[in-house]
Structure formats: structure tokens, C-alpha cells
């Protein structure tokens, strides 16, 4: 028997809260699964009917957009009927304690819960204490994991550089210490096998077990970007950082902004990607957000076709030979 908790008796995935611990067969089933829901949005009714009957309850404790947005579509694609829990206006506001409400949930029949909070591992606390028949799906956790989009950047990747992930350099670049997104990248790179993965940062934004996850560090911008085929950008997550770790945005700027002439240091064919929210002028340039190796709208898109990949899967309803999306 698996004992990740998010694996069921049968190895199969159940909750999705990390990416680390899993296996190369289990991400690259999501992806080979996100590729056949790619084209829902092609067709004249945007639905398939694999979640028909089931109810998923988005529980955002954060703000969010993106996020949000496309795991409500991506449950709506699966034809899944979906509750908006507003947090704010919700009985914990009055009180009612987290797994109360939870289990106030569950006797409404929820199958799943898309949890997004502040604390690292509420995610994994909310799943050790959800009924058997309740799905756990994390939308971020404070520091520790945003896995979904972990995998819609693996899948947006897969699309333009090919499955052979041992031939790519990749380049994470900016507020690593902070994000929960760069920490679900690393783990998903390395698991299915990046040549190179390198972190690009100033030292206050390194997290310090950086090297023992197999990533090279870089200091310098323009050797940290030589030869690369995938450059990862990331904002700077001022809401998580306690003191001062750079001295201004514009100096960040300087330094670590990825504009045209720093982008020249990668290859010519190289793909430029940021999870979001963009922060124009901080860590990237408009001309380069918006320019022709930039992915990022793309990879919006997807997370809708991975999230509904790992929805099915976790609820046990990938699709069956004769019944493809």
C-alpha cells in the first residue's frame, strides 16, 4: 500500500497537493491527459461529461485570478456542478472552526475541495481529515507547493521543447526563497529528468537547500541565462518576505529584469514564462512579456486542460479508451 497520502491502495492519485514524491509515470500521465482535454475549448460545446453528478467547492482563503478562474472552468469543462465558497462572508467569519465547515461540506456531498491558503500544509491538514470519498486539490500554500501550476508549466514546456526534458537548460529566475510556484517547477524538472536546471537570484532570494535539490545557482544574470532553452521568471513576493532582502524594485531591476538585451544571452529558439501576476518593470519588460518568445498567455490557457486532468484523475474518472475527451 502507497503510503504518500495522496495516493489511494491502488497507487492512483486521490489528493494533489505536491508534486514532490511522485513519480515520472504519474506526471507524465497528467500531461499525456491535459494533451487530449487540450481541445475541448475547440469545440462548439466546451464540455465533456466525466464529472457529470459531482460537486467541487473552490475554498480560496487567498486571492486569486488566475488560479481561480481556471480550475471553475476546468470543472465546468468536466460538466462537474461547482461551488464558490466566499471565505469572507462565509460561518468562519463567525467563528466556525475550518474542519466544521469542512465537514458542514461534506454533508452537502462534495467530492472535492480546491483549498488555496496562506499557511504552508493546510492543504495536506485539510486532506488527512476529509471523508474517504472527498478529493483534495492544492491551489497554494503558503510557501510550500502550487502544483498545478507546476504542471501546466511542465505541459506548456512539453509543447514547445518536446517530451525529452533531459535535453533542456532551464533557468528559474528572481524571488525563489518565496514562491510556492518555484518550488512545485523544481521538484516537477527534476522528476522528469531537466538536463540542466539552474536558479538565478540575488543570495537573500536563494533558499538555502536550493543546491541539495540538484539546482545550479547563479548570481549573475547574463551567465545565469547563457544557453538556456526555458527562462521561468517570478515576482517579487513582497507579502512573504520579512526585512529587507533587496534594497528597491528598480535595482532588482537592474540586475535580474529580463529585457531584450539579457534575453540574448539564451538561445535564439528560447520560450520565456512567468506564473503570474506579472510585475511590468520589476522583473520583466513589457517588450518581452508581450513579445514573440513569451508563452505566458499560453500558459494561462493550459492550466485549464492540466487542471482538468488532475481533477478526473483524482475523482477516478480519466477517460476510458472509447470515451476520450
Known sequence: MPNN???????????FLTV?????????????LAESFATVDAQSVKKVPLLRGKTIANLFFESSTRTRTTFELAAKRL????LNINIQTSATSKGESLLDMLHNLEAMHCDMFVVRH????AAHFIARHVAPHVSVVNAGDGRHAHPTQGMLDMFTIRRHKGPDFGALRVAIVGDIMHSRVARSQIHALNILGVGELRAVAPK???PPEAGALGVHVFHDMARGLKDVDVVIMLRLQRERMQ????PSGSEFYQLYGLDA???????PDVIVMHPGPINRGIEIDSAVADGEQSVILEQVSNGIAVRMAVMSM????????????
Do not use: F, W, Y
Open 314 to 325: 483524482c475523482l477516478g474518472r480519466a477517460p476510458d479508451a472509447g470515451e476520450g475527451a
Open 20 to 32: 514532490e514524491g511522485l513519480k515520472r509515470q504519474t506526471l507524465t500521465d497528467i500531461l499525456d
Open 118 to 121: 496562506a499557511d504552508s500544509g
Open 5 to 15: 497520502i495522496q495516493l489511494d491502495s491502488n497507487g492512483n492519485l486521490r489528493h
Open 204 to 206: 537573500t532570494l536563494v
Open 79 to 82: 460538466s462537474a456542478d461547482v
Open 261 to 267: 538585451n539579457m534575453l540574448a544571452h539564451a538561445r
Open 243 to 246: 526585512g529587507a532582502l533587496i
